[in-house]
């Protein structure tokens, strides 16, 4: 039973046996014989076998509980089995599954809220099952409108693993044959600067920089910038104010598309409903997903009409995909969308950010493996060093922290050094405590096995 379980009523979390446990463990080893080895780190570090999961708690086969701090991949914005979802997606599913790309009164509804939503100029959409697929269809639309073929990332952006996104990932995939034409440039990264500058005397040389580097590195057929306003999978890293402005400012004077990729950041994960919303960017493009399902696959990409009905993206079937946007998926979207409104979750986040920014700030203070705190809303990340100084990155505490939360019942996300909390948007404030002592409990534990 973990320390606060007293504290946070019957919703803490309970550990029966230590995870993953026998049956869990029997499971797995049956399941390993013949699911890939490719899976996620955290699976394969301590593989639980879940079975049930209601709000912000997750049950295992063993019988124990756990805070959900990862909510599926920052997927499940109203929790496992929200009752209004279960509702909505029940009634559905006894009305109409499939009928590919053909129009539906739900579909029209989503559309107009969608309109409302995203950022001035967007007005026409298509629907995707999944994130990178919808990076490229914009990709496609952003090559149909400029005839260009070129595109800009950054240094530590995360894109998807298809093979035109992973271009932007020669960080994490070598080995994987060619890749597409492009420029790419350091985020501002403050915390380990590229320049070995300091914000804000180094007047946002990293911003500066893009000039340089699309002068040599393209042919001068660029289509468009992909970028994440907040740099998600490669390390919660929120840029100072400026950068992404003096970007767009470039890409806007020199023709360039502005491609916002808010598939993680998007539907209110950093307390407005899209993260360029915190910067004053109005891209061409946007597209968002991983929470507008509440765990249902459902994604989007917006942009301008005149973008989206460039040829041959905008021909008949240039940009329509086999699930995309069925009946399921749209009744999910529009009851997460309408439950974080009813909700009022995009307040709420906005308070229980501020609590857990404060304690891990404090946290920060008091260990030497806590090397930096970043993030907005919802979506923190935890740079751990092995020195506050020389900023070694710690990886093995990074895989020893990660597992002693999951056997006191908190299931986060750990890549490495860093470890990213991300709960569902209407998680009670009590087990965010509840999992903020379970992960300084385990920092506290792993750092005094250092000493
Ligand atoms: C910003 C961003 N873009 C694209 C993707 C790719 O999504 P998928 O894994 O569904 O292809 C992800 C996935 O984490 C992401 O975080």
């Known amino acids: 039973m973990t320390a606060c379980h007293e504290s946070s009523s019957a919703k803490a979390p309970t550990i029966r046996v230590t995870p993953p446990g026998p049956k869990s463990l029997e499971i797995w080893k049956k399941e390993k014989k013949y699911i890939t080895p490719g899976l996620g780190p955290d699976t394969l570090c301590i593989p639980i076998v879940f079975k049930e999961g209601k709000g912000s708690i997750l049950w295992d086969v063993d019988g124990n509980s756990y805070i959900d701090f990862a909510a599926g991949i920052l997927t499940n914005s109203t929790g496992n089995c929200h009752p209004k979802l279960v509702e909505?997606?029940?009634?559905?599913?006894?009305?109409?599954?499939?009928?590919?790309?053909?129009?539906?009164?739900?579909?029209?509804?989503?559309?107009?809220?969608?309109?409302?939503?995203?950022?001035?100029?967007?007005?026409?959409?298509?629907?995707?099952?999944g994130g990178a697929e919808t990076v490229e269809a914009a990709m496609r639309a952003a090559i149909s409108y400029t005839k260009n073929y070129e595109f800009i990332f950054f240094h530590r952006a995360f894109h998807g693993k298809t093979l035109g996104v992973r271009s932007a990932l020669l960080w994490q995939m070598k080995g994987c044959g060619p890749v597409l034409n492009a420029v790419r440039v350091p985020f501002a990264y403050c915390y380990r600067c590229s320049f070995k500058l300091q914000y804000p005397s180094c007047g946002l040389h990293c911003a500066d920089y893009l000039e340089e580097a699309v002068r040599y590195n393209s042919s001068g057929n660029i289509a468009a910038i992909i970028f994440e306003p907040i740099i998600g999978g490669g390390?919660?890293?929120?840029?100072?104010?400026?950068?992404?402005?003096?970007?767009?400012?470039?890409?806007?004077?020199?023709?360039?598309?502005?491609?916002?990729?808010?598939?993680?950041?998007?539907?209110?994960?950093?307390?407005?409903?899209?993260?360029?919303?915190?910067?004053?960017?109005?891209?061409?493009?946007?597209?968002?997903?991983?929470?507008?399902?509440?765990?249902?696959?459902?994604?989007?990409?917006?942009?301008?009409?005149?973008?989206?009905?460039?040829?041959?993206?905008?021909?008949?079937?240039?940009?329509?995909?086999?699930?995309?946007?069925?009946?399921?998926?749209?009744?999910?979207?529009?009851?997460?969308?309408?439950?974080?409104?009813?909700?009022?979750?995009?307040?709420?986040?906005?308070?229980?950010?501020?609590?857990?920014?404060?304690?891990?700030?404090?946290?920060?203070?008091?260990?030497?493996?806590?090397?930096?705190?970043?993030?907005?809303?919802?979506?923190?990340?935890?740079?751990?060093?092995?020195?506050?100084k020389t900023k070694e990155p710690a990886y093995e505490e990074g895989k020893l922290i990660y597992i002693e939360c999951v056997k006191n019942g908190l299931r986060l996300i750990a890549q490495g050094p860093l470890i990213r909390f991300s709960p569902p948007l209407n998680i009670p404030l009590e087990l965010v405590g509840c999992a903020l002592d379970i992960f300084e409990g385990a920092v506290s534990k792993i750092e005094k096995k250092r000493e």
């Not at 107009?112 to 026409?124: H, V």
């Open 88 to 129: 909505r997606l029940r009634k559905q599913i006894e009305q109409l599954w499939h009928v590919h790309d053909a129009p539906t009164p739900d579909r029209y509804k989503l559309l107009t809220l969608l309109a409302e939503k995203t950022p001035r100029g967007i007005d026409t959409f298509e629907f995707y099952s």
């Open 235 to 388: 390390g919660i890293i929120v840029p100072p104010e400026g950068f992404l402005q003096k970007i767009a400012d470039f890409c806007r004077h020199n023709r360039i598309l502005l491609i916002a990729d808010e598939i993680l950041t998007g539907v209110g994960r950093t307390g407005k409903f899209f993260a360029v919303e915190h910067f004053g960017i109005e891209p061409d493009l946007i597209l968002f997903g991983k929470g507008l399902g509440s765990g249902f696959p459902v994604m989007v990409l917006g942009g301008r009409r005149e973008i989206m009905s460039a040829e041959p993206f905008g021909l008949p079937g240039g940009a329509s995909t086999t699930f995309g946007g069925n009946p399921l998926a749209i009744a999910c979207a529009l009851a997460t969308l309408e439950t974080i409104e009813k909700e009022g979750m995009l307040k709420s986040i906005r308070t229980v950010g501020n609590f857990i920014s404060r304690r891990l700030n404090e946290m920060q203070e008091k260990y030497q493996l806590i090397g930096d705190v970043r993030g907005m809303g919802l979506l923190y990340g935890v740079e751990l060093v092995k020195d506050k």
